[in-house]
């Protein structure tokens, strides 16, 4: 066995170092400054790692035995693709496994290069990757070759020493426009060339074959529009060296793969509703153009089928996500080009789990795929309370907590979360985990004087201003009659509590006028110890929140477009004196969820600034993908980005105290409980004498 120093070049091997000691000189922070904690929807329980079968013949059909975890267990690790031989990094050794993907270790987002040595691929067994005795690791792209600057990475691919990816590092400057973009980055010089122009986005980089030519999907200069679900991007190619020759392909399409030069796979949803797979063959004797460029639908109606994948020349087949009706999970098939079957994967293998994204060998031999195997083989990453996450900002931290709606408790020994149904209380250290408020509720707040008391709103989210939602006050320390205390007494949606400073009222929200407005009530006694409104309007005013000097309140409302779901951020003194708004979310923008800083100089909140950052339907459900955490001072300067992911990141809160930048484990072991995208469990409706018919055949 040859040493890793060995095999790799010498290029690489500083590189790595070079990675290396610029994430251990990070951890040495200040320990003045703050902490922001947020929830992100699902994140906490994906632990993706890759996986990989073996294309299966005519006669033998993929066991779980065949399939072998690619990736170490370490954090989350996911989209991956098997770089083409000419693209290797390192020396061609015996049996090797190459694999570029991406992972968020660390607090951040990059992409790594494994090889494996020493592994049978043709016969894994049940044999792990994680059990492979050499394992040669580099990170090929981190937050230091972006000029320390914060980003997501995605759907990366290696051409030759170039690495194609997403990555969203540079603002647009612009409202509710995405930030992902495409880029180029020689592996040797570190030389990088952004790919897509100025005000456009790009998603979904694939590079053909040649590596002539990428394409993506791309809404082009219009941008996004708000949309959650599938996405209405085009397909559109150019040069691979500079990003010219810039052409729209295909219109409505997504997820874009090359066979060769001259054709490409790519889904879009159909007439009759369903997604599928459709090809589009460019033209040899005349320029490319969405008229010149023949397009072809390949899965049949019947089944949903999206993220395809393809190999250099095969033509045989492709694989394809599935969701079938009856089954609710997402499965990895074949589609046979040349018989026009489905061949089933993943279900034979591990049926009640979500496989995602697949990608097939240079040679067709294997497909990679991945999925959440909990605590499956070999896991070594343990489920964490509060997860770092690497912070834009000197001597900010940032984490993300399992849970929504987080608080602390003013000494910051106690988190307050809702887990639904219910609001829970954990120690900072993950310790002593238990629910305090059974039912549904949402939003949690301390109290800043009494000790142990808890404010949250309890009823359904998301309800109308009828719905009985009340403010309730919860005394987390009393052991022995724990209980609650009802604060409103109309049940017109009471909710999002915030206490004053001094301990005296709680500003929420309620709909008892018939529309959403500001109240403040006796934070001790409710509606019973005094009531007042402090705004009026046929609008929503909500998510308010109390700045710790007690002369502001922060809240979002749709005033501006009442209805329209549009929310921007305003501020207000207690009195009902000085309104102005803080936070312009632009057309039909979001903005919501404000918190203060401990210093009342700065408010956190979650907004659609930045836009969509990937296709949604690559990853598990999020009902607003958007979602990313910014901060900006009281006086609408200093507007930040704290995260860039492709999830929903939500109700940030501030911590009273600044905590270093390490993770902090916890004893629960619920992972894999994430929800498929919604929106695909909506099946066409199919005339039942044709339903066989539709699907084509399915072998196996």
Known sequence: MKPMSAMLPIFFFLYLIFSLSCAAADRETSSSGGTVIFTTLGRSDYAFDIFTLPIPSQLHQPTPSAELRITDGVSVNFNGHFPPPSSSLLPHQTSQLQLIYVTERNGSSAIYYDALYDVDVAHAGSRSALEIPVRVQVRLLGFEQSNNRISMKDKPSLSGEYLIYVSTHEDTGVPRTSWAAVYSTHLRSGLTRRLTPRGVADFSPAVSPSGVWTAVASYGIEGWDGEVEELSTDIYIFLTRDGSQRVKLVEHGGWPCWVDDSTLYFHRRSGDGWISVYRAILPEDKPVSTESVTVQRVTPPGLHAFTPATSPGNNKFIAVATRRPGSSYRHIELFDLVNNEFVELTRLVSPTTHHLNPFISPDSTRVGYHKCDGNGNGRKSPQFLLENVRSPVPNLSLFRVDGSFPSFSPDGDRIAFVDFPGVYVVNQDGSNRRRVFPSSAFSTAWDPVRKGIIYTSAGPDFASERTEVDIISINVDDADQLGYKKLTTDGQNNAFPSPSPDGKWIVFRSGRSGHKNLYIMDAVEGETGGLRRLTEGQWTDTMCSWSPDGDWIAFASDRDNPGSGSFELYLIHPDGSGLRRLVKSGSAGRANHPSFSPDGKTLVFTSDYGGISAEP?????????????????????????????????????????????????????????FEECHWLNVMPKVHRGNATKLQCGVRY
């Not at 009902?623 to 992911?645: A, C």
């Not at 501030?654 to 390490?662: C, E, G, N, S």
Request: net charge negative; proline share 11%.
């Open 617 to 673: 339907i690559s990853n598990p459900h999020h009902y607003q993908p958007y979602g990313e955490i910014f901060t900006v001072k009281l006086d609408g300067s200093d507007l930040t980005r704290l995260t860039h992911n492709s999830f929903e990141d939500g109700t940030p809160a501030w911590a009273p105290f600044y905590m270093k930048p390490a993770d902090v484990a916890w004893p629960k072991t619920t992972l894999c409980s």
